[in-house]
T-cell receptor, first 112, second 113 residues
Framework: SQELEQSPQSLIVQEGKNLTINCTSSKTLYGLYWYKQKYGEGLIFLMM?????EEKSHEKITAKLDEKKQQSSLHITASQPSHAGIYLC????????????FGKGTKLTVNP | SQTIHQWPATLVQPVGSPLSLECTVE??????LYWYRQAAGRGLQLLFY??????ISSEVPQNLSASRPQDRQFILSSKKLLLSDSGFYLCAWSRQGGKDTQYFGPGTRLTVL
């Protein structure tokens, strides 16, 4: 079965610093989703990547999917306290599947 | 626009008591619906998903069951709760057809004592 490994598990940065979170799959990714979760709340959809080499940005967050479609990275530029939370990657288990598997998440703390 | 609701927001139940969590979606029709459980250190685990009324797929054998009595209503139930059922339960929906983004509800925090 497909597994997603996220690194690091947790990250503490100073406000204004850049950071990167990685998501690695044991199999080819058929759609890679990034979500953000505040403690005790639901997941908020950030971005979805499908094609090898694809890159998307929203405000100060950029997500990339590598050419081999087995690794994705989430990069935050000039982090702010509002970026704090848990970031999860999710992936379709196979082409056309309705189901997603998720990584265990990366907990981000941004100190002012 | 579409919205997804879950209730209750929090629940504290004794071991052996029944459970019913409800999820409803507004603003779309014939969605795929999902129940997940999020437990500390274990990530997000898919419990059930449904592609239509009365169609339920179970992902993990457990003490829980799911039903979809109406197109946009998804219910998670148990006849007798176990301590291990404690966790954060999330409902999600996506459009039919696969490979579409899942959108999550606000979640229900269940504590079994």
């Amino acid at each position: 079965s497909q597994e997603l490994e996220q690194s690091p598990q947790s990250l503490i940065v100073q406000e204004g610093k850049n950071l990167t979170i990685n998501c690695t799959s044991s199999k080819t990714l058929y759609g890679l989703y990034w979500y953000k979760q505040k403690y005790g709340e639901g997941l908020i959809f950030l971005m979805m990547l499908q094609k090898g080499g694809e890159e998307k940005s929203h405000e100060k967050i950029t997500a990339k999917l590598d050419e081999k479609k087995q690794q994705s990275s989430l990069h935050i530029t000039a982090s702010q306290p509002s970026h704090a939370g848990i970031y999860l990657c999710g992936a379709a288990t196979q082409g056309g599947s309705e189901k997603l598997v998720f990584g265990k998440g990366t907990k981000l703390t941004v100190n002012p | 626009s579409q919205t997804i609701h879950q209730w209750p927001a929090t629940l504290v139940q004794p071991v052996g008591s029944p459970l019913s969590l409800e999820c409803t979606v507004e603003g779309t029709s014939n969605p795929n619906l999902y129940w997940y459980r999020q437990a500390a250190g274990r990530g997000l685990q898919l419990l059930f998903y449904s592609v239509g009324i009365g169609q339920i797929s179970s992902e993990v054998p457990q003490n829980l069951s799911a039903s979809r009595p109406q197109d946009r209503q998804f219910i998670l139930s148990s006849k007798k709760l176990l301590l291990s059922d404690s966790g954060f339960y999330l409902c999600a929906w996506s459009r039919q057809g696969g490979k579409d983004t899942q959108y999550f509800g606000p979640g229900t925090r269940l504590t079994v004592l």
